[in-house]
Every structure is written in C-alpha cells, then in structure tokens.
C-alpha cells in the first residue's frame, strides 16, 4: 500500500515493497476514516478530497483498474454533491440505494415485522436485521460506540469508522517497545472479522453504479471502497499476529 496525506489519509505516493507496519496500520486507518466520512455524508470532507484528487490517488494503487474520470472535476459543487448523496442514501425514493448491510441480505431475520412502504414483512432487507446485531457484536467486544450512520450498527460509516479505530489501535499496539503480541492478535482478528462482514459491497456497489448514471461520483466511490476492502482483507491484515523486530 502507500504512504499517505496526514489530512486526507490516503495515498500520495506510489506503493512501498515493504512498508513499515506502524506506517501501514495508520495508513489504513486514515483511508478508512475518510470512507467513513464519505458515506456518512459529510459534504466538506468529501468535496475537499475530491477537489485534491485523494480518491484519485487511492485508486491509482490498488491491485484493479478503476475509472476515475467522474471524480476529476476542476471544481467540485457541494451543494450538487449532496443531493446525489441524499437521492441515493439517505430519501427512500427511485434511486434510494440503503447503505446499510441489513438491506442486501439474502435471507430474512427471524423475528421481524414492518410496516414500511418501502419493505415487507418476511422479507429480506429490512432495517436493524441480523447483520446489524452481527456487528453489534464485534463493537461491543472491542467497547466500541459509532459515531457515524444514523445509530444504524452495519451502516457502512460505522463499520468504516470501527475499521480505522481498530486500524489506529493496531498501529498503537506496534509502536509500543514491547508490542503485546496478545492484544496485537485480537485486534487483528477483529478487523479480519469485520471485513468478512463487508461480502455485501459487491451487491451495494452494483446498486450504486445502476442509480448513479449521470454524475457518477457516488459509483466510482462505492467501487473504490469495495476494491480498497476486498484488499485488506486478502493483504492488508495480518491476522497471524507477528509483531516487527525491534533489535537494532
């Protein structure tokens, strides 16, 4: 992975060989809160990102080609920006694509009725499911409360903000002067863990690019945020536990 922006957290230069593990944990952990923020709206951020070519960037060093092109604008219109985030995440409407996991299960929860317009009994993707107290868990085992999506658990910005803390704990762990191997290797396989619970991006990601035909914007950020997990998952955790060698 790369060497990252201190404000943005994400990449500015080309992947290191062998990058140091603090460097790389915190790395994560910065690319993780920028998605987190992306996709809980928060408009500032993601126009600031935008408009220094951050995404760009990311994209630029993962393992597949991503179109950027809808993401290189010579000025980028907040207020534009977020009606689409609105349109497609947050107003149940046309183009509402949910940005919580509960909507893209396959199968639904045991015990749930609705009476939402948007949803029936019975069926699969309803609010607050079975992956929402899935994830409830992992949080609860690492005492950790979102504060990002909407008091929704498996709201894509609460996982992403869970991801970056564990990331920034990880890096804490290793820059001790004795890493504690035990805890090294719990947070770790909590972060493996949450990602296993990232499998329905594919199905968010396809939704998103169906709906987002004219700007493009939200598409591209939801492939790069699939691709960038789909990575971490496979290299990025280091779920076996070793710590770096300290010795001189």
């Known amino acids: 992975m790369a060497e990252t922006d201190e404000e943005h957290g994400t990449p500015t230069t080309a992947a290191r060989d062998d990058p140091d593990p603090v460097t790389m944990a915190r790395a994560r952990s910065r690319v993780y809160d920028l998605l987190a923020a992306t996709f809980d709206g928060e408009m500032g951020r993601l126009v600031s990102a935008l408009d220094d070519a951050v995404f760009v960037s990311l994209a630029e060093v993962l393992p597949i080609s991503i179109e950027t092109g809808d993401l290189e604008t010579a000025e980028t219109d907040e207020r534009a920006l977020g009606i689409g985030y609105d349109n497609l995440f947050v107003v149940p409407g046309s183009h509402y694509v949910p940005p919580f996991a509960s909507a893209h299960a396959i199968d639904p929860s045991e015990e749930f009725e609705s009476d939402s317009p948007y949803h029936s009994a019975g069926e699969a993707g309803e609010l607050l499911g079975d992956p929402a107290a899935d994830i409830a868990h992992l949080y609860d085992a690492a005492s950790f409360e979102p504060e990002r999506g909407d008091d929704i658990p498996d709201h894509l910005a609460a996982v992403f903000e869970f991801m970056a803390a564990l990331c920034e704990h990880e890096a804490a762990i290793l820059e001790e002067a004795d890493p504690d191997a ?56 280091q779920a076996d536990g070793t710590t770096p060698d300290k010795s001189p």
Do not use: N, Y
């Open 182 to 237: 035990e805890a090294l290797t719990s947070v770790r396989e909590l972060q493996a863990l949450t990602l296993s619970h990232l499998g329905w991006l594919d199905q968010f990601e396809a939704a998103v690019a169906a709906e987002d035909t004219v700007e493009g914007v939200f598409a591209a950020l939801a492939r790069i945020a699939r691709t960038f997990t789909a990575w971490d998952a496979r290299d990025g955790v």
